[in-house]
């Protein structure tokens, strides 16, 4: 009876008491974090965050700016300050922050034109579509956005997420401050940071979007709106300079740049309980590097830390004990580290039926499936590479019954000049001028004009047509002409002149995004004009002008990471020529042909150091072999004077070969610092006019030690080198592409 007694006592009591409790929980005074606006600055963010997890203090409601949009956005979805830092250090922040598009999202065709040209501008009939509004699209930050907040595509209310979470953003039509609350939550953190003049504005509905550092860039007052009692602030804005501080462009520019942030700045800085101020002198909002990183993220904590009192004190202003411990904070669990995804709807924007047709049966994407990452990567490779589209993207819904999977587009129409410089010892300047526009007609196609000027000069135009993806008829017809020195041993031999004229069509379709395969019908007349002979012994050379009828195969894969200075992937060409004067015969008699293939791969030994291992060569197979096609070797890259040219170390100049030619050659490449490079090649040949007889052929062997940069102009190389072929050193210096 005493036990029954007991147990009612304590339960009444506790239901006495619950009302209480749970009052007494709901009453304490709700926190709310606000991170100031600053470019790479805001990664401080990160580490103070940190800091004030490590105080015990709750964080209720978090809002930003710019970079703190970013950040705030990111933690308010679950993002841990780990998963923050490791987010940030591993980013190509270079890439982030431009329009480039990754190389392998690229088609082959679009790789070689990246790594061509230094400038490509679009052109439009009105100037209101030339002008992007921006330096950068900041696409790539936008597609960065979307993958780090997938689950959260759909419009949502931000008081929903696991932080409620608000972001500012400028509208310039009318100056306002737009203050996002709800929607979709990349494409809120994308006008928070879109920065006047660097990037393009985000447009929604009546309104053009920027940057809200120009009208609020701490936003205690909308954290404080938000519903927070406490407010804890990081501000990483730079001091105002004084005048003798101001001494150049980009100071002066800065320095307009902070006073516009200054607005509302002390009333708001007046509004938080507990000011954690960074030191980010010596920095800037493009301090991307990984050195600046690590040095701002390190300064945010030490703020944050010094804060330490100032954080603890809050707790009895919070109305929490000191042992309080909040709920923990994530993780943020994506779905990019899901393999498979059940969806159960698949939509396309902007694409004709004909099409998606195709991409679903190609991708093997059906509704009411699991479709891997792979196959959406798969589809977006096609899509980007297809003539017909561009800016493809994607976004998952989840559903009460899987996910929604939507593909966006927009058509392709678009026209394009693109221009190309480089310097070198040899020729010393030369200019690439391209303008290609995609057509708006019933099969896809693309219409392109070239103009190289130089020491030899050409032009050329190419009709494409793409009926399905990836899956081109090309007809080309170029003119050029060449004024080469041929050397003997190192010596000048030879100077000759001559018109190039090349007609081609061709077919060229792409397997697995990295291998292409092509075969047509070529036709080559080259017009010898004049021959300037430095040594006598090849004065009684005679030439006469000829034309070819070729039928031509070729096959390429290419994974390299990077075209130039590639850290890994390999590399294999091969192509087969026939070649005829009258569709069947050569000169009365069997035609001949040409065989050539090259393989090379990068082998990472460490992070920094890679070998570079590589094979080719090219044969003459037949009889009566023409003088233009002829094999040569010379130079770093394949094709440097002639198309048949092949590189050989030690060798800078064009130099004949015999109807055979096989090399071996391995480099040794160190890359320092972020985009330095030592590289050191040795390699060995052998050339013979028979094929059966080349491993009895006349040696070659050649080294070279080069130093390169890989700016975002092209290459700036320098290399030294020596050969048994010339049997002196040699020096070659080129800034720019290779065209």
Known sequence: MKKQFFRTLVLSTCIILLPFSLYSQEQRKKVGVVLSGGGAKGMAHIKALKVIEEAGLPIDYIAGTSMGAIVGGLYAIGYTTE????????????????????????????????????????????????????IMKGQNLANLFSDLTMGYHDSIDFNKLPTPFACVAADIVDGKQIIFRKGILSTAMRASMAIPGVFTPVRQDSMVLVDGGVVNNYPADVVKAMGADVIIGVDVQNALKPANKLNNVPDILGQIVDITCQANHEKNVSLTDTYIRVNVDGYSSASFTPAAIDTLMRRGEEAARAQWNSLIALKKKIGIADDYKPKQHGPYSSLSHIRT?????????????????????????????????????????????????????????????????????????????????????????????????????????????????????????????????????????????????????????YNTTYKYHFAEFGFSDVWYKNFRFGLGLRFEYYKYKDFLFKKPEFAGLDVESEHFLSYFAQVEYNTYDKGYFPAKGSDFRAAYSVYTDNMAQYNDHAPFSALSASWASVIPVTRRFSVIP???????????????????????????????????????????????????????????????????????????????????????????????????????????????????GSCFVNFGYYF
């Open 341 to 493: 995804i059940y969806v159960t709807d698949i939509s396309f924007v902007g694409v004709e039926a004909d099409d998606k047709k195709w991409l679903m049966k190609k991708c093997n994407l059906k509704e009411n499936s699991n479709i891997s990452t792979q196959q959406i990567e798969q589809a977006l490779f096609l899509l980007r590479g297809s003539q017909s589209y561009s800016n493809a993207s994607y976004t998952l819904a989840e559903t009460p019954d899987g996910y929604h999977l939507n593909f966006l587009l927009q058509e392709k129409y678009e026209k394009r000049i693109n221009l190309g410089i480089r310097f070198d010892s040899e020729e010393i300047a030369s200019l690439l001028l391209n303008a290609t526009a995609e057509l708006k007609t019933h099969v896809p196609s693309r219409l392109s004009l070239t103009g190289r000027l130089g020491k030899r000069y050409a032009a050329r135009i190419d009709y494409t047509l793409e009926p399905i993806q990836q899956r081109n008829f090309n007809f080309s017809y170029m003119f050029q002409y060449n004024d080469i020195n041929i050397y003997e041993e190192g010596a000048r031999a």
């Open 614 to 728: 590589s094979i080719y060569g090219r044969v003459l197979i037949g009889k009566d072999f023409p003088y233009p096609l002829q094999n040569a070797i010379g130079g770093d890259v394949a094709g440097f004077y002639i198309p048949q040219q092949l590189p050989f170390a030690g060798v800078n100049n064009l130099e004949l070969m015999d109807h055979t030619i096989l090399i071996a050659s391995l480099k040794f490449r160190q890359r320092m610092g972020a985009i330095h490079y030592l590289t050191l090649t040795g390699n060995y040949g052998l050339t013979e006019s028979n094929f059966f007889d080349v491993l009895k052929g006349k040696q070659l062997f050649g080294v070279s030690a080069g130093y390169g940069i890989n700016s975002i102009f092209g290459p700036l190389e320098i290399s030294l080198g020596y050969s048994n072929r010339t049997d002196k």
């Open 83 to 134: 998963q923050l830092d490791s987010m940030v250090r591993k980013q190509d922040w270079t890439f982030l922050l431009s329009d480039r598009v990754k190389r392998s999202s690229l088609s082959l065709a679009d790789r070689e034109r990246s790594e061509k040209y230094v400038i490509s501008i679009p052109f439009n009939k009105t100037p209101k579509e030339v002008v992007p509004g921006g």
